[in-house]
C-alpha cells in the first residue's frame, strides 16, 4: 500500500519537527520506557488530529499545542498511577550532543524549571525556544497579557532559587 499525499505531508512534518516531540518528552518523562511511550502517544495524537489542522497557524504551534497537551496528560496520569511525581528529571536535555557542554549554571536552571508546575514549565520551554508571547499563548490556549504575566513571575521564581543557592 502507496501513502497518500496527506501521508506524505504528516511524515514530513513529524520529520521537520522531531526535535520539538523529543524535546518535550525528555522534559516531562524520567525513565526511557516512558519516554518512548509519550513520544509514540504524542505521534498517535498528531496523526489523529492531522486533519483538523487549520493552516492560520504554523506547523510548529500545532505540533506544540497537541504535544504539550499530551504530555501534561500523560505526566499526570503517570504520576497517579505510580505515584513518582516527584521523580521528575532532573535534567531537561536540549540536545544530546550540547548536554557537556552545559555550564553549572544552565544545569541549575534546567533543574529549576523541571521542578515547576506542568503549566509553567510548558511556558518556560516554549519561552527558551523564543517563541513570542503570542505563539505561547496561541500554542497554549491563553491570553497574550496572561503569559506574559506568568513568565514574569516564573522568572522571578527562579531569581530567587538561584540567589538561595548563592547566599
Not at 488530529?49 to 496528560?73: E, M, P
Not at 535534567?91 to 509553567?120: C, G, M, N, Y
Not at 527562579?158 to 540567589?163: D, P, R, T
Request: charge should be positive; glycine fraction near 2%; hydrophobic fraction near 35%.
Amino acid at each position: 500500500m502507496t501513502p497518500s499525499k496527506e501521508d506524505n505531508v504528516f511524515l514530513s512534518v513529524i520529520e521537520q519537527h522531531k526535535g520539538i516531540i523529543y524535546k518535550i518528552a525528555n522534559s516531562y518523562c524520567r525513565n526511557t520506557e516512558d519516554r518512548k511511550d509519550l513520544i509514540q502517544e504524542i505521534i498517535y495524537q498528531l496523526w489523529r488530529s492531522f486533519g483538523r489542522y487549520n493552516d492560520q497557524y504554523k506547523y510548529s504551534t500545532w505540533l506544540y499545542r497537541i504535544a504539550l497537551n499530551v504530555a501534561i496528560s500523560f505526566y499526570r496520569k503517570d504520576s497517579k498511577r505510580s505515584g513518582r511525581a516527584s521523580e521528575l528529571t532532573t535534567d531537561i536535555i536540549i540536545v544530546a550532543e550540547e548536554k557537556e557542554d552545559l555550564s553549572p549554571q544552565l544545569h541549575l536552571l534546567q533543574r529549576f524549571i523541571t521542578e515547576l508546575p506542568e503549566l509553567d514549565r510548558a511556558i518556560m520551554i516554549l519561552y527558551l525556544e523564543e517563541k513570542s508571547y503570542k505563539e505561547i499563548a496561541d500554542i497554549l490556549g491563553l491570553t497574550e497579557t496572561n503569559i506574559a504575566t506568568k513568565i514574569n513571575r516564573i522568572k522571578n521564581k527562579l531569581k530567587g532559587k538561584f540567589s538561595t543557592i548563592h547566599n
